[in-house]
Protein backbone atom coordinates (compact mmCIF):
# COMPACT_ATOMS: atom_id res chain seq x y z
CA UNK A 1 0.00 0.00 0.00
CA UNK A 2 1.36 3.53 -1.22
CA UNK A 3 1.17 6.20 1.49
CA UNK A 4 2.62 9.43 1.18
CA UNK A 5 2.95 11.60 4.55
CA UNK A 6 3.78 15.73 4.38
CA UNK A 7 4.90 17.33 7.03
CA UNK A 8 6.67 21.16 7.74
CA UNK A 9 3.43 22.97 6.94
CA UNK A 10 2.29 26.37 9.02
CA UNK A 11 2.25 30.04 9.49
CA UNK A 12 5.25 32.20 8.48
CA UNK A 13 5.12 36.54 7.78
CA UNK A 14 5.61 37.47 4.40
CA UNK A 15 9.91 37.01 3.77
CA UNK A 16 10.18 33.43 5.48
CA UNK A 17 11.02 30.11 4.89
CA UNK A 18 9.96 26.64 5.54
CA UNK A 19 10.54 23.32 4.14
CA UNK A 20 7.67 20.70 3.28
CA UNK A 21 8.52 16.81 3.43
CA UNK A 22 6.86 13.80 2.25
CA UNK A 23 7.67 10.55 3.37
CA UNK A 24 6.88 7.64 0.77
CA UNK A 25 6.37 4.23 1.74
CA UNK A 26 5.35 1.29 -0.81
CA UNK A 27 6.87 2.93 -3.44
CA UNK A 28 9.84 4.01 -5.20
CA UNK A 29 11.06 7.45 -6.13
CA UNK A 30 13.54 7.49 -8.62
CA UNK A 31 11.35 5.66 -11.16
CA UNK A 32 8.65 7.93 -10.94
CA UNK A 33 7.62 11.76 -11.18
CA UNK A 34 7.67 13.44 -8.37
CA UNK A 35 6.35 16.57 -7.53
CA UNK A 36 4.87 19.11 -5.38
CA UNK A 37 1.22 20.67 -6.25
CA UNK A 38 -0.95 23.26 -3.88
CA UNK A 39 -4.24 24.72 -3.84
CA UNK A 40 -5.58 27.89 -3.35
CA UNK A 41 -8.88 28.43 -1.31
CA UNK A 42 -11.33 28.60 -4.69
CA UNK A 43 -8.71 27.86 -7.09
CA UNK A 44 -7.37 25.08 -9.03
CA UNK A 45 -4.61 22.73 -8.07
CA UNK A 46 -1.34 23.71 -9.78
CA UNK A 47 2.01 21.96 -10.29
CA UNK A 48 4.62 23.71 -8.26
CA UNK A 49 7.55 21.77 -8.66
CA UNK A 50 8.50 18.35 -10.16
CA UNK A 51 11.49 16.29 -10.33
CA UNK A 52 10.65 13.64 -13.57
CA UNK A 53 11.74 10.26 -13.74
CA UNK A 54 15.48 10.23 -14.76
CA UNK A 55 14.92 14.29 -15.32
CA UNK A 56 16.06 17.58 -13.40
CA UNK A 57 13.89 19.78 -11.23
CA UNK A 58 11.50 22.07 -13.13
CA UNK A 59 9.14 24.79 -11.26
CA UNK A 60 6.75 26.80 -12.20
CA UNK A 61 7.47 30.54 -13.30
CA UNK A 62 5.67 32.16 -9.98
CA UNK A 63 8.40 30.10 -7.93
CA UNK A 64 11.39 29.96 -9.46
CA UNK A 65 14.03 31.35 -7.86
CA UNK A 66 12.35 30.49 -4.66
CA UNK A 67 11.65 27.41 -4.07
CA UNK A 68 13.85 24.55 -4.33
CA UNK A 69 12.72 20.56 -4.92
CA UNK A 70 14.87 17.86 -3.84
CA UNK A 71 14.66 14.17 -3.13
CA UNK A 72 16.04 11.53 -0.96
CA UNK A 73 15.94 8.33 -2.43
CA UNK A 74 17.49 6.47 0.46
CA UNK A 75 14.79 8.42 2.82
CA UNK A 76 12.40 8.17 0.38
CA UNK A 77 11.33 11.62 1.02
CA UNK A 78 10.84 14.43 -1.30
CA UNK A 79 11.65 18.37 0.07
CA UNK A 80 10.22 21.33 -1.14
CA UNK A 81 12.49 23.74 0.51
CA UNK A 82 10.42 27.14 0.83
CA UNK A 83 11.83 30.59 0.57
CA UNK A 84 11.20 34.13 0.38
CA UNK A 85 7.31 33.92 0.69
CA UNK A 86 4.48 35.95 -0.20
CA UNK A 87 1.02 36.03 0.91
CA UNK A 88 -0.34 34.27 -2.40
CA UNK A 89 1.33 31.46 -1.91
CA UNK A 90 -0.79 30.14 1.04
CA UNK A 91 -2.26 27.18 0.21
CA UNK A 92 -2.30 23.32 0.63
CA UNK A 93 0.54 21.81 -0.57
CA UNK A 94 0.60 18.39 -2.18
CA UNK A 95 3.01 16.05 -2.46
CA UNK A 96 2.21 13.27 -5.63
CA UNK A 97 3.65 10.47 -7.23
CA UNK A 98 2.87 9.34 -10.50
CA UNK A 99 3.93 6.39 -13.19
CA UNK A 100 5.49 7.96 -16.10
CA UNK A 101 3.59 5.03 -18.57
CA UNK A 102 0.37 6.98 -16.24
CA UNK A 103 -0.36 3.87 -14.53
CA UNK A 104 -0.84 5.28 -11.74
CA UNK A 105 -1.20 8.60 -9.67
CA UNK A 106 -0.68 8.54 -5.76
CA UNK A 107 -1.16 11.77 -3.47
CA UNK A 108 -0.90 12.74 0.04
CA UNK A 109 -2.79 13.87 2.19
CA UNK A 110 -1.75 17.96 2.44
CA UNK A 111 -0.30 20.61 4.53
CA UNK A 112 -1.37 23.90 5.22
CA UNK A 113 1.31 26.52 4.33
CA UNK A 114 -0.32 30.27 5.25
CA UNK A 115 2.20 33.21 4.64
CA UNK A 116 1.07 37.17 6.01
CA UNK A 117 1.55 39.98 4.68
Known amino acids: QVQLVESGGGSVQAGGSLRLSCAASGIIFSINNVGWYRQAPGAQRELVAAIPSGGNPNYADHVKGRFTISMDSAKKTVYLQMNSLKPEDTAVYFC???????????WGQGTQVTVSS
Open 96 to 106: NVKSPMGWYDY
